[in-house]
């Protein structure tokens, strides 16, 4: 085989296609979500949309049209089960969304779980429909490593890997695979909460062997391995985006 002539084999080999699946990505509206939503558009998926803010999903459309947005706050499970009661079936769910509250431990007075209602209405239409389905959790690092400020968010992304596992476990007999991706910090709006402090950034940098934050499209790339069928035999899977941090 020729160098060129096996190149293209080699790419064609790792093209992913997502044509004829409908992709719901959550928390859509900035961020690793919003790059998620296109990067799906582009490889083929119908992608719906969802976020909380209106003019988030009216720019997300000038820049990718064939996207259908859907405007709620998941926190209201409710007005979630009304807005996405006939915008499925979906094939795929990548389950995004999420803010950052940075409190000391002593002040913590609330703690909230959001996109699990999400999680179990789409798997029950993936059971229903009997066509198996992907599933991808957007977690941290943080639910393996503690990190100062961060109770809620390490305690609320640790839930969120176990739940992962438990998902993998119950829905692997309908062919529904489930896994998350751990990555470290990503300097997107949320990022930039925690991160901007350069003293700190370059603290957290010093433990991150590769020695950078990771990028939006590092945590994108690996949330289309997963959601594809280059990984048909992944699932309960926790995969870092971490450049080596959990490894230390
Ligand atoms: P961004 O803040 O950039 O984007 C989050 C998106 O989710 C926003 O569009 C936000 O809408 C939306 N959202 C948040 N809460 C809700 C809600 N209740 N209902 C509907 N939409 C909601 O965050 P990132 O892109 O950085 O984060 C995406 C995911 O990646 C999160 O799960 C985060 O925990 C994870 N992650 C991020 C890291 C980082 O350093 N950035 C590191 C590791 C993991 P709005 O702006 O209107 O609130």
Same mark, same amino acid.
């Given at each position: 085989?020729?160098?060129?002539?096996? !190149?293209? !084999?080699?790419?064609?080999?790792?093209?992913?296609? /997502?044509?004829?699946?409908?992709?719901?990505?959550?928390?859509?509206?900035?961020?690793?979500? #919003?790059?998620?939503?296109?990067?799906?558009?582009?490889?083929?998926?119908?992608?719906?949309?969802?976020?909380?803010?209106?003019?988030?999903?009216?720019?997300?459309?000038?820049?990718?049209?064939?996207?259908?947005?859907?405007?709620?706050?998941?926190?209201?499970?409710?007005?979630?089960?009304?807005?996405?009661?006939?915008?499925?079936?979906?094939?795929?769910?990548?389950?995004?969304?999420?803010?950052?509250?940075?409190?000391? /431990?002593?002040?913590?007075?609330?703690?909230?779980?959001?996109?699990?209602?999400?999680?179990?209405?789409?798997? #029950?239409?993936?059971?229903?429909?009997?066509?198996?389905?992907?599933?991808?959790?957007?977690?941290?690092?943080?639910?393996?490593?503690?990190? #100062?400020?961060?109770?809620?968010?390490?305690?609320?992304?640790?839930?969120?890997?176990?739940?992962?596992?438990?998902?993998?476990?119950?829905?692997?007999?309908?062919?529904?695979?489930?896994?998350?991706?751990?990555?470290?910090?990503?300097?997107?709006?949320?990022?930039?909460?925690?991160?901007?402090?350069?003293?700190?950034?370059?603290?957290?940098?010093?433990?991150?062997?590769?020695?950078? /934050?990771?990028?939006?499209?590092?945590?994108?790339?690996?949330?289309?391995?997963?959601?594809?069928?280059?990984?048909?035999?992944?699932?309960?899977?926790?995969?870092?985006?971490?450049?080596? /941090?959990?490894?230390?």
């Amino acid at each position: 085989m020729g160098t060129t002539l096996c !190149w293209s !084999w080699i790419l064609g080999q790792m093209e992913i296609s /997502f044509a004829g699946k409908h992709a719901l990505v959550t928390g859509a509206g900035k961020g690793i979500g #919003r790059a998620t939503a296109c990067s799906l558009s582009r490889c083929g998926a119908k992608v719906t949309a969802l976020t909380r803010t209106q003019t988030d999903l009216d720019s997300l459309l000038l820049e990718c049209p064939s996207i259908v947005p859907v405007c709620v706050d998941l926190s209201d499970w409710g007005a979630t089960a009304a807005a996405l009661e006939h915008a499925g079936p979906f094939d795929l769910l990548v389950n995004n969304a999420a803010c950052a509250i940075l409190q000391p /431990f002593l002040e913590v007075i609330q703690c909230e779980c959001e996109g699990s209602s999400t999680c179990v209405s789409v798997a #029950r239409s993936m059971k229903a429909r009997g066509s198996g389905g992907s599933i991808v959790n957007v977690s941290s690092q943080a639910s393996q490593c503690a990190l #100062r400020d961060h109770t809620v968010y390490c305690s609320t992304k640790a839930a969120l890997d176990m739940l992962t596992k438990v998902m993998a476990l119950e829905l692997g007999p309908y062919k529904i695979r489930v896994n998350c991706v751990n990555p470290t910090v990503v300097m997107t709006e949320m990022g930039r909460i925690g991160w901007s402090d350069a003293e700190k950034a370059s603290a957290m940098k010093s433990r991150i062997p590769l020695g950078q /934050f990771a990028e939006v499209e590092d945590v994108v790339n690996s949330i289309l391995f997963l959601l594809s069928d280059k990984s048909n035999m992944t699932s309960g899977a926790t995969l870092p985006v971490d450049g080596g /941090f959990l490894c230390c």
